[in-house]
């Protein structure tokens, strides 16, 4: 397969897009350069979607594809994508071109697809008739399958900084398979294999005799292609959700990665939290008591005050206070003492002439002060006096100045708190972290397969050791038909296992070749690759010249992209599909000694058809490009106007 | 001399309008905490008034007669609850009776009555604004 010209309309960043990109004869490589944001990966992903359709129903999908820069009203902007290729089928080279058109209606996207290959034109749309309709998908659908099924689609056009994922241990194993199932057309030796298989099941059953022995041997050959047919499933189950994994696994070692560090921060913040918390609380205390304190400031603070100060001056005034009664009561006791002594000298004659106690007592008692002299005071007055005296001089603020110095160590404290809590915050994660369930779910479906396959393939050998005891009983010898069968069965699975060796040995020479050359960190140090006999455990190895292996998972993530494109290359070259290969990110991790490796002798001869697609720190426009120059066929610049939001196309790489 | 004096409809004194204000600035520094442009908690002029007031009696210092009649009064009153509040009126009349026993004072006079009290005010608003005496008060 050859792509020859892609146009896009109104397709994300292009409005109008026409590319050539027809090859010449030895100059297989089409080099489109773009600046980063330039529109590099949006015309990978307009190379896929012509080829196997947008999975866009809804409105809202369909704004997240269509040219923003489009003033038109949203019933009438469109997205055409199309797609004119080459194919050889059976040695003719035929030509298609594949439109796609995509509109909204309603709020829901409609899609109409066409076809033209030969002088014939398949086309569909939502109003096509069903039986009309799926008439033309399988058609549309067989030119696709000729040419590189989607399935396959991710081995010839990738981004290679992802190629690297693609060494996980089972996704490696998994792109093998594929290739060698798929691109190599291993599995029609297999399918033929399994024709043979049951057409001589269904011999040796027409060779009983009896009919109960050849009900019960029917029904032996129908559990049988049942547990094969159950096998299948549940393998095709376990290769979508493997692929599923796989192309998750990053997004969810992250978002473990990323739970996990939510996690710690979550606690961290309510951590923080709980303690800014208690200080907002001692704040709140701090507020309480000092309202309640303020209240009564003059008792608090006044009084004590009075007391101190006033406290000799009031004692002496209320001993003042207390001594008028006394010398009341003086008086009163020495006017009865003088009244008695009065009447006792009267009663004996003794007083030459009579006198009264009040005549009498001012010479008995000192003389009484005056009333300016005297304070006036009520006795609540008195009791007021009486009561400040017996209150303490110190006030009671010390409490309050206490939380105040508690608090205001707690300012600072609460300061850093909150930096804290503002870095715990900033650095949690705005992920959906439902999607590890899903993951979860996906793996449980995994493990479910593995022992669902594992007890089918048990119960598969079981029967087949049943089946096997009694066909030796029960079937007569066998006669010269069902030994052609029991050889044509035999025959298919040696035949794909020697075209297996044979493609194998080819493939472990070109890969040895390859990172011989490629590998840097082990360049001229590859001695051999080993890919096993085995059509079911296929996977690879690397092995140094010292002997030792090379572990593919200890390799660096720029070895890792030189290993899987290289395994890609091998693979292609001995593959039945001959799509072109696109490479967005042409370089990925790749160092300026690969890069160079890369230029010279890996790019010119990957595929028929190569189309790159580079930034200028990729490949140089002046040193590396010369390298690969005489190997290139057309160069394009795409160029994006940022006001306009548009990219258009200039001929030659970043002239 | 009498000895019933009522502490009711006293006028305020001019003093009012500039040193009530900074008192209580003053006051209410106290329960300020770092960083706060202002106090969270609320002190009423009439606190501010009654501190004044006991500041004033605190003091020792003999009362001139010529100082009380510079006095200068406005026409609006204070509250009576400044003077009775929590029972404090017999400790603020013994305490007047007190410090103005040696001067000839006619209590039942309410423009005497008023110059007196605010002079005690101005007095104690005077102390307490002088350097640390407040905060030797709160911290004593």
């Known amino acids: 397969m050859t792509i020859e010209r892609l146009v896009l309309k109104n397709f994300k960043t292009y409005t109008n897009l026409d590319i050539d990109l027809s090859i010449e004869k030895n100059r297989p490589i089409i080099l489109i350069g773009g600046t980063n944001g330039g529109g590099k990966t949006t015309f990978f992903e307009a190379v896929h979607a012509a080829l196997y359709g947008l999975n866009i129903h809804k409105e809202w999908q369909f704004l997240e594809f269509v040219n923003v820069a489009n003033k038109q009203k949203l019933e009438q902007q469109k997205i055409i994508l199309t797609i004119h290729f080459t194919n050889t089928s059976e040695g003719q080279q035929q030509e298609y071109q594949l439109q796609r058109i995509y509109l909204t209606h309603e709020g829901s996207v409609r899609e109409h697809v066409q076809c033209k290959v030969g002088g014939h034109t398949f086309q569909y ?48 194993q998994r792109v093998i398979k594929d290739n060698v199932e798929t691109v190599m057309g291993f599995d029609r030796y297999l399918q033929l294999e399994r024709a043979a298989a049951i057409a001589l099941g269904a011999y040796k059953q027409q060779q009983i005799k009896q009919e109960y022995n050849k009900k019960a041997y029917e029904k032996w050959l129908k559990k049988q292609a049942d547990y094969q047919q159950k096998i299948v499933q549940e393998e095709q189950k376990l290769k979508e959700a493997l692929d599923y994994a796989s192309l998750h696994e990053q997004t969810k070692t992250a978002l473990e990665d990323g739970k996990n560090k939510d996690t710690l921060l979550k606690e961290k913040v ?52 207390q001594a008028p009664v006394e010398d009341s009561l003086k008086r009163t006791r020495i006017k009865t003492i003088a009244q008695k002594l009065l009447n006792l000298l009267a009663q004996r004659k003794l007083l030459k002439q009579p006198i009264s106690v009040d005549e009498l007592l001012p010479s008995l008692l000192p003389p009484s002060k005056s009333n300016t002299e005297t304070l006036l005071l009520t006795p ?62 996906n793996n449980s479906i995994i493990l479910a397969c593995r022992n669902n396959i594992r007890k089918l393939e048990q119960d598969l050998k ?9 066909e030796q009983e029960k079937i007569a010898q066998p006669d010269e038909k069902q030994q052609e069968l029991q050889q044509l069965k035999t025959f298919f699975e040696r035949f794909a296992l020697q075209l297996l060796e044979r493609k194998k040995e080819n493939i472990e020479k070109k890969m040895k070749q390859g990172l011989n050359q490629m590998l840097v960190a082990y360049k001229g140090m590859i001695d051999r690759v080993e890919l096993p006999n085995d059509l079911k455990n296929l996977t690879f ?14 390799l660096n993530t720029a070895s890792k992209q030189v290993v899987v494109q290289c395994l890609l290359k091998a693979l292609h070259e001995h593959g039945n599909y001959h799509p072109p290969v696109i490479i967005d ?33 990729e490949i140089q426009p002046s040193e590396d490009f010369t390298k690969i120059e005489p190997y290139v066929a057309k160069t394009y610049t795409l160029q994006r106007d940022i006001e306009k939001q548009a990219t258009s196309l200039a001929k030659g790489y970043f002239n | 001399m009498k000895n019933k004096l009522q ?74 609850t400044l003077f009775y ?56």
């Open chain 1, 270 to 321: 309510n951590y923080t939290n709980r303690k800014l918390q208690r200080i907002a609380d001692k704040e709140e205390a701090y507020s309480i008591n000092c309202v309640q304190f303020i209240q009564d400031l003059d008792t608090h603070i006044g009084l004590p005050m009075l007391v101190k100060q006033l406290s000799p001056m009031l004692h002496t005034v209320l001993e003042k206070q």
């Open chain 2, 85 to 140: 509040k929590d029972g404090y009126q017999p400790l603020i009349t013994a305490l007047l009776k007190l410090h103005y026993q040696p001067l000839s004072v006619d209590w039942d006079n309410k423009v005497e009555l008023s110059k007196i009290v605010n002079y005690e005010m101005e007095r104690g608003v005077v102390y307490l604004l002088e350097e640390n005496h407040l905060k030797e008060l709160f911290v004593a």
């Open chain 1, 541 to 554: 190895k690397l092995f140094h010249k010292n002997g030792n292996e090379i572990s593919l998972n200890q």
């Open chain 1, 125 to 172: 749309g939502p109003e096509t008739p069903s039986q009309e309709k799926i008439k033309a998908e399988r058609e549309i659908s067989k030119v696709i399958q000729a040419s590189l099924p989607e399935s396959l689609s991710r081995y010839f056009l990738f981004d290679a900084m992802e190629a690297g994922s693609l060494l996980r241990r089972e996704q490696l």
């Open chain 1, 462 to 470: 079981e029967l087949n050791t049943k089946m096997e005891a009694f």
């Open chain 1, 380 to 441: 609540e007055e008195r009791i007021a006096l009486k009561r400040l005296l017996e209150l303490p001089k110190q006030t009671a603020y010390s409490r309050i100045a206490q939380q105040q110095k508690e608090l205001q160590q707690n300012r600072v404290e609460q300061e850093e708190q909150l930096r804290y809590l503002n870095l715990y915050q900033s650095k949690l994660s705005k992920e959906d972290f439902s999607l590890l369930d899903t993951y979860k779910a």
């Open chain 2, 7 to 80: 502490l009711n409809t006293i006028k305020q004194g001019v003093w009012v309008d500039t040193q009530q204000a900074i008192l209580k600035e003053k006051l209410a520094a106290f329960f300020l905490l770092p960083d706060d442009p202002q106090p969270a908690i609320r002190i009423t002029n009439h606190l501010v008034n009654r501190m004044a007031l006991i500041a004033g009696l605190s003091s020792t210092m003999p009362r001139e007669e010529a100082a009380i009649k510079q006095v200068n009064l406005k026409s609006t009153t204070f509250f009576d």
């Open chain 1, 585 to 617: 990110t042409v370089m990925g991790v790749l160092d300026k000694q690969s890069r160079a490796t890369m230029l010279e002798y890996f790019l010119p001869k990957l595929a028929h058809q190569t189309i790159l697609l580079s930034s200028d720190s």
